[in-house]
């Protein structure tokens, strides 16, 4: 059987014993001690149990047989300050198995040492620190000082948290279940990376391992079996190599799979996109001292706690639906008013989206295409009658045009804009002028001059505070420049900037390029 890079797997190690101590199945055992018997890795990390502290510890190893095969360890664990103590003890390459989180910055460091690595994530819900883990010997009326040995998965599958004590006493609780559970889900001991954490796994790891919550390995295996996905050809390379030394066996899985296993962490960065207010409020709690006393002192003041906290959740569910009723209604609203103000016109093809404050007067004047935007506070202005003069402006806007916002239009004469022409914020255009040649009036009462009407093509991109003004014919598919003023006309497929607008640029049919003129 041959692996392929970002294919999903399901299976487990050969090595019955391995396999069963495992939280799931031993993969990442597997590969760890295949890799420490090949010249290229003589150093990985492993965790023992430390009595005299009651917590987790990490330790490099340089052989298979110092390999403690502990289960998942649900105990936050600063890998890489470890690994930044001890670069100078990593003999060859190192194997490390770690978070999602750390993988980037361990490959960065090693990188920089030019220390080979082969790093195994897993799928992260949230680490817990070790205050958790006393807060859990507190609830269950455990001193920690007795406690020899805790294991928090393995020995079986789904398996739970597994105390010893010095009085030879053995307890286990079944994975996920009171009172690791309302621990877990009060986020009192999240560090603050995970609270805010948006990665369900790392995919620039070698390989990625998850558990597979699914419902035929849940009612159907009791030892174990890994979900793991391959993301580097010297993981592929490696997997292919337990494969065919029989050292796992596995089978093709996908990643419709993967996603109903870990669902939870699949939906951690749309969560927090929504969530971000609401978990700004969780983290001040936490970090209330007064109140996290509290919260910490019992397990039913937790409970009380995480009914707080539920009700915080609820109330930014509702306040998310209100608003995304609110957005519907917007979008509802702009539809109905674009239609509204479109049967003014002398003439729309459809699909007209005219956004919040656009002036717009003598809408018979105008006419537009299919699909035409026109961006908020925009101004529309053909003119009718000025100075006791007559006028019959228009004002023709393309097919699948985009007007931005605070753009200008005036027009005694005609402005035609072209199909699928771009327009930026703050753009004039205007086919007149006022007359100012009678020195004994004001300016106002004058007449309106007119050079002729403005016509811009197709595909033109009009920049930010540009203005055309009368009598311009601007070319097919041009590009005006911010804030230039455009006094004659740009032939085609040309780029014109300053004020007045020059040509910059053209494009050469025979060349296929833009050329500076």
């Not at 770690?98 to 920089?112: F, G, H, M, S």
């Not at 072209?418 to 753009?427: C, Q, S, T």
Request: net charge positive; charged share 20%; proline share 3%.
């Amino acid at each position: 059987m041959k692996a392929y890079i970002n294919n999903f797997y399901i299976g487990h190690t050969t090595n019955n014993t391995i396999r069963y101590q495992a939280s799931s199945g031993g993969i990442g055992t597997t590969i760890t001690q295949y890799l420490l018997s090949q010249s290229e890795y003589g150093t990985s990390i492993s965790f023992v149990f430390d009595k005299q502290n009651c917590m987790y510890t990490p330790q490099l190893i340089y052989s298979a047989s110092e390999i403690n095969v502990c289960g998942s360890i649900y105990q936050d664990i600063n890998i890489i300050e470890f690994i930044q103590k001890n670069l100078d003890k990593i003999q060859g390459g190192i194997v490390i198995s770690c978070p999602p989180c750390y993988v980037t910055p361990l490959r960065q460091i090693l990188n920089k040492r030019n220390i080979k690595s082969f790093i195994i994530s897993f799928s992260c819900s949230g680490q817990t620190s070790i205050e958790g883990t006393w807060c859990f010997y507190k609830f269950i009326g455990i001193d920690k000082k007795n406690i020899t040995n805790i294991q928090y998965r393995g020995n079986g599958w789904p398996s739970g948290i597994q105390i010893q004590t010095k009085d030879n006493h053995f307890f286990l609780f079944k994975n996920y279940t009171d009172p690791w559970k309302t621990i877990h889900q009060s986020w009192l001991f999240r560090p603050k990376r995970c609270l805010y954490c948006k990665r369900d796994t790392s995919y620039n790891s070698d390989v990625s391992l998850a558990d597979p919550w699914l419902k035929e390995y849940l009612e159907e295996d009791n030892i174990g079996n890994t979900l793991f996905r391959i993301n580097t050809l010297t993981g592929e390379e490696v997997i292919t190599r337990l494969i065919e030394s029989k050292r796992i066996i596995c089978t093709e899985s996908n990643y419709d799979a993967y996603a109903i296993a870990q669902r939870p962490n699949i939906l951690k960065e749309q969560h927090l996109k929504k969530r971000h207010s609401t978990y700004k409020i969780f983290t001040l709690l936490k970090n209330n001292r007064y109140y996290f006393q509290w919260a910490t002192s019992s397990l039913k003041n937790m409970n009380k706690h995480n009914k707080i906290i539920s009700a915080i959740y609820k109330l930014s569910t509702l306040k998310i639906m209100f608003n995304t009723y609110i957005k519907k209604f917007k979008k509802i609203n702009l539809r109905l008013r674009s239609i509204i103000i479109s049967r003014k016109f002398g003439n729309c093809k459809g699909g007209l989206t005219i956004y919040k404050r656009t002036t717009i007067q003598n809408h018979k004047c105008i006419y537009i295409g299919k699909n035409v935007g026109i961006g908020s506070d925009s101004f529309f202005y053909p003119i009718t009658e000025y100075a006791n003069i007559v006028y019959n402006p228009k004002i023709i806007i393309g097919d699948n045009t985009w007007i931005g916002k605070h753009c200008s239009l005036a027009a005694i004469n005609k402005i035609q804009i072209g199909k699928n022409v771009l327009f930026a914020g703050y753009v004039h255009i205007t086919d007149h002028s006022h007359g100012y040649e009678d020195i004994s009036q004001p300016i106002a009462p004058q007449k309106l001059i007119s050079k002729g009407p403005v016509i811009i093509e197709d595909d033109c991109w009009l920049g930010f505070n540009c203005e055309i003004l009368s009598g311009v014919h601007i070319g097919k598919h041009c590009i005006i420049a911010a804030r230039a003023v455009v006094t004659k006309d740009i032939p085609p497929y040309s780029i014109a900037a300053g004020n007045p607008a020059k040509i910059v640029k053209r494009y050469n049919m025979d060349t296929k390029q833009w050329e500076k003129q």
